[in-house]
């Protein structure tokens, strides 16, 4: 059998970093993936795993004053099914340490912050790159392959 | 309404709905803990029924209540975690605080 792999659709967006924005972002992944028909576990884990990163952008990457969080997504055509990237970028104060940071129930950000942000990401999505600079911010890009209808 | 909560005796159940994350659960944290605060349980119990979508912030108030019935002598129990929630509860590792058998979910399948 022959790889294809066709890009289907993409999109990018800018919104500020407001708690408000979570449920936002979680709408625009809904809204983006449902076409493809992914099964409700398969939309649901997106969604944790998006709303896991913007929440980290706009608890952690902007503490004191609200920036732009920039998301942005792609669907891919595949035999396995619809690779779905998503991405999540800030010019925030960034991570120090990402090990630390990705390791379960480290938390920097206090009290009912429950440290398992980066784990849902891992767990929820099929790949995870974080990658940032102190000072200059952060970008995480998660991929993840959803059965769809073929 | 994002939770309803009822007072009884030993224990506080707040019954949380609609979709918990880091934004939402703001001012619910603030229901239950006034509500705690108040009566003072033996027991909170959390109900997760209706909840519609839920990432780590949850899992984070779960934690924090633990805590905070921990100060007073009280412990923390959730139910109707049947759904989406229950995953990333198992996947937290709480799910020793899942009430196996409730009366409310007659139709649970128990376990051996």
Redesign the interface.
């Known amino acids: 059998m022959q790889t294809k792999k066709n890009k289907l659709n993409n999109f990018s967006l800018k919104f500020p970093s407001l708690?408000?924005n979570?449920?936002f972002a979680?709408g625009i992944v809904s809204a983006f993936v449902l076409p493809l028909d992914p099964t409700v576990?398969e939309l649901?884990d997106l969604?944790?795993a998006v709303?896991?990163a913007v929440?980290n952008a706009?608890?952690h990457a902007y503490p004191n004053e609200a920036g732009t969080i920039e998301m942005s997504g792609s669907a891919t055509d595949s035999d396995a099914g619809y690779i779905i990237e998503i991405r999540v970028k800030d010019k925030g104060v960034g991570i120090a340490d990402i090990s630390q940071a990705m390791s379960p129930l480290y938390t920097s950000g206090g009290?009912?912050?429950?440290?398992?942000?980066f784990?849902?990401m891992e767990?929820f999505t099929d790949k995870l790159r974080v990658r940032s600079v102190v000072g200059k911010g952060t970008v995480v890009t998660m991929t993840k392959t959803i059965s769809g209808k073929q | 309404m994002p939770v309803n909560i009822v007072s009884k005796g030993d224990y506080v159940a707040a019954a949380l709905t609609g979709?918990l994350?880091?934004?939402?659960l703001?001012p619910i944290?603030q229901e239950i803990d006034t509500a705690v605060s108040i009566a003072l349980p033996k027991v909170l119990l959390l109900d997760f029924g209706d909840v519609t979508?839920?990432?780590?912030?949850g899992?984070?108030?779960i934690?924090?209540r633990m805590?905070l019935l921990k100060s007073i002598g009280g412990t923390v129990a959730l139910s109707g975690a049947e759904g989406?929630a229950g995953?990333?509860i198992r996947?937290?590792g709480l799910a020793g605080l899942i009430l196996k058998e409730e009366n409310e979910n007659a139709n649970e399948e128990k376990q051996a």
């Not at chain 1, 009290?111 to 942000?117: I, K, N, Q």
Request: proline share 0%.
């Open positions: 708690g408000r979570e449920g979680r576990e649901n969604k944790a709303s896991e929440t706009i608890v009290e009912d912050r429950a440290g398992l942000g784990t849902v767990s | 979709e994350d880091h934004h939402n703001i944290r979508f839920m990432d780590s912030s899992v984070g108030l934690l924090g805590k989406y995953k990333v996947l937290a």
